[in-house]
C-alpha cells in the first residue's frame, strides 16, 4: 500500500493488535475502530448515478475519504445501502382490483414463481376523506373511507425486475400503477465536514 494511501486510511490511528486464527497461528490484525463522533449538517440527495468515491471527490476533492459519508451515516449497514444499491429491493405496486374478490392467490402464486422474488405482502391503505354529496336536496360534505391497495415486493434485482413484476401481476388480473422503490433515492444523507489529520 502506498504512503499516501496509508495516510488516509481510516485505520492508521487504530492499535496494532493480534488474534489467533482457527488453526492456532497468531497473526497481526487492526482493533476495533469505534465511530467517530460526526458534526456539521449538510446533506447530500441520493441520485441514481450516485458513488462514494465520487462524492468523496466532490465534497473533499479525495475519493479515498469515502468513509467519512460511511461513518456519518451509520443506520446504513453497509455503503450500497446508503446509496440504494444493495441487490435486495422492495417495490411498491400501487394496484387496482378489478374483481371480487380480489385475485390475491395468483398474484402471490405468479410473483413466487419468479426467481429471485422473496416476500409478497398485500397492504391495503384506508383513508377518511371529505366528499361533497347531494342528502335531501342540500349539499353536504360527508366523510367516506377510501381504499387504496398496493403490493410490497421484495426481490433480488440480480435475477428479477420492477417491470417484469409489474407484467406478472397484470398476467395474474391486476391493474398495475406507477411504482415506487424503496430505500434511500431521493432521500438525503449527511456528509460531514472534511477532516483532517
Known sequence: MSTVANA???YRKVPDV??????GRTLPS???RPLP????????TVDSGDRLDQLAFTYYNQPLQYWHICDANPQFLSPLALLSK?????????VSVPADPPPWAAVRSALNDLVGVEDVTVVEDVALVPRRQTVG????????ESVSRSVLVRYNRLNVDAPALAAAMTTAGLTVGPWADGGQLGQPIVIPPAVSG
Not at 463522533?37 to 447530500?44: K, P, Q, Y
Not at 444493495?86 to 400501487?94: H, I
Open 37 to 44: 463522533a460526526v458534526t456539521g449538517t449538510f446533506t447530500h
Open 30 to 32: 487492526k482493533d476495533i
Open 8 to 10: 488516509l486510511s481510516r
Open 18 to 23: 493480534t488474534a489467533t486464527d482457527a488453526a
Open 86 to 94: 444493495e441487490p435486495v429491493q422492495v417495490t411498491r405496486f400501487p
Open 137 to 144: 336536496g342540500q349539499q353536504v360534505t360527508v366523510t367516506v
